[in-house]
């Protein structure tokens, strides 16, 4: 068995209903976010939001993140809980959004310039060097975005929000449209985040279950209920007590496939 | 890697690719042809490219020209600085609610016509300048807001969003997005629009012909029916165009660097 404990409460999701016109996206989605902590290990959280394309995944996204507001129901983080605002909580939509006019040091710096240190230019420059460094992104810091392959603005845009100092990252669909081989880049990428910081908390809004699960420590799925309008949260997978969080080269375990199987059916 | 074979048939299929060296042999061949039927096609009232050749080596002659070149430049400078100035201040506050009426109501200025307003606009000017330079930027700021707010309309609402998650307020994410991200966008229509302005020049030019200008040379060879003059002033006034185009092109690219490369996947 994994060994764990699960701490303070980080992020509240309560009663979340969103309507467009009569039209109901969302239907009491509730869920919280534990900090979970490892002996010897500094780990932030990796939560999976699993659904069918369509199902209201993104409008969830942007409910958690402040930046629509909700018909009814309120988003609480941190440890004081309190309501979530536009800029708490760092974005990283499914197309990579970076300033097209700016170059990468210069998008990284910006990122930094709203962290709320003050710091002078070189400091700024030594730590966007080295956490470019770190994401392997050194060789491209004096090129414009459009200049960079799918995979390094993602993780450019990731270390922008990382820089920001946003301990929650929102990912929309971060393994859309990559291989098999960039998909395993990404997972150790997202790792990476997550260790940065015991309260780094990443959660992954995807329809990609396989790849998805295999990073998190807790899933929920958002479905529909029979004969019910809006999606909602059927299902908390707790991969942790399941004893597959934090395996390496979990994809290849028959009985995580299975699990994997299961969910898809719920979905 | 070798440069594939044009086929004849690429150059009749829609996106056939032809390559650079056969596109410069299409464009002068399309030419020459043009030139040809011209100058097959003219010699009665419509003067031959012989004899608009030779007209235009005379105007280039005479030192007239250059005065009236470079009075039309001026003026077309002049009102192009202003009506950017004019058109830019109304384009960005058109996402301010308040502004918003204003900018439309510009807009659809462009279905005003600028005959019906000269009387009116010789009563608000005190002078021929005055009055040449209020109707250009009439005339041309309704069609440079069209274009600039079109722009700003355009913009993906993520970038706002990316703003608001790196903890920009309201003004610095329409700095950030709005003014410096779309820059290269205002430069793009400025050469776009500029056309517009060269146009209008030579109409407005008629208005007040005691400063001279290409205009007032176009007007007065019309009036005496000096047709191999008219259409030589109109090659030159085509050609000043283009080059001012590709001139802006180049300032583009040069001034927004990232203009030039195509986003990877």
């Not at chain 1, 004081?80 to 959004?97: F, L, S």
Request: charged content about 20%.
């Amino acid at each position: 068995m994994l060994d764990y404990k699960k701490e303070k409460l980080l992020l509240k999701a309560s009663n979340i209903n969103l309507k467009y016109d009569t039209r109901q996206i969302l239907r009491d989605v509730n869920f919280e976010i534990f900090n979970v902590t490892r002996p010897d290990v500094i780990q932030g959280q990796v939560i999976s939001l699993i659904g069918r394309s369509g199902i209201g995944k993104t409008q969830l996204f942007k409910i958690l993140s402040g930046l629509i507001q909700p018909t009814s129901g309120t988003v609480l983080i941190g440890e004081e809980q309190r309501p979530v605002v536009a800029g708490e909580v760092g974005v990283i939509p499914q197309n990579y959004i970076l300033f097209k006019h700016r170059t990468i040091y210069n998008n990284l710096k910006i990122g930094l310039a709203n962290s709320g240190r003050k710091l002078s230019e070189n400091e700024a420059k030594d730590i966007i060097e080295d956490h470019a460094k770190q994401f392997d992104l050194q060789d491209h810091l004096k090129k414009f975005p459009a200049q960079l392959s799918g995979g390094q603005r993602q993780r450019v845009s990731i270390l922008q929000q990382v820089l920001t100092g946003n301990k929650f990252i929102l990912l929309d669909e971060p393994f859309s449209g990559l291989d098999p081989i960039v998909k395993d880049k990404v997972d150790e990428l997202l790792m990476k985040v997550s260790h940065l910081n015991e309260e780094n908390t990443l959660i992954i809004v995807s329809h990609d279950i396989i790849n998805t699960l295999a990073l998190s420590d807790t899933a929920f799925i958002l479905a529909q209920e029979p004969g019910k309008e809006g999606a909602t949260i059927t299902e908390v997978v707790d991969l942790m007590a399941m004893g597959y969080a934090w395996r390496p080269g979990i994809k290849a375990d028959h009985t995580f496939l299975d699990l994997v199987l299961n969910i898809k059916s719920k979905l | 890697m070798p440069t594939p074979k044009v086929k004849a048939a690429d150059f009749f299929l829609p996106f056939g690719r032809i390559g650079k060296s056969a596109a410069g042999i299409l464009l002068a061949g399309e030419l020459i042809l043009a030139l040809v039927a011209w100058q097959l096609s003219g010699g009665g009232l419509l003067p031959t490219p012989s004899r608009v050749l030779t007209s235009m080596t005379k105007i280039l002659s005479e030192s007239y020209f250059f005065d009236n070149f470079f009075s039309t430049l001026g003026l077309v400078l002049q009102a192009m600085g202003l009506s950017i100035v004019i058109a830019m201040v109304v384009s960005y506050l058109y996402l301010i609610p308040v502004f918003t009426p204003i900018a439309r109501f510009i807009m659809k200025c462009r279905y005003l016509t600028l005959t019906g307003l000269i009387f009116l606009f010789t009563l608000l000017t005190s002078n021929g300048h005055s009055l040449k330079i209020s109707l250009l930027i009439f005339g041309i700021v309704p069609f440079f807001v069209t274009s600039l707010v079109s722009v700003i309309d355009s913009i993906d609402k993520a970038e706002f969003e990316l703003c608001k998650s790196l903890r920009m307020t309201n003004w610095e994410a329409w700095w950030e997005v709005v003014i410096l991200g779309q820059l290269d966008q205002v430069f793009e229509v400025m050469r776009q629009n500029f056309a517009i302005s060269w146009i209008m020049i030579t109409m407005v030019e008629g208005l007040n012909m005691s400063e001279g200008g290409l205009g007032a040379m176009l007007i007065k060879s019309n009036k005496y029916i000096d047709l191999g003059s008219v259409f030589g002033i109109l090659v030159i006034i085509f050609f000043i165009g283009v080059c001012s185009d590709y001139l802006l092109g180049m300032l583009r690219k040069w001034f927004f660097p990232y203009t030039t490369f195509n986003t990877r996947n």
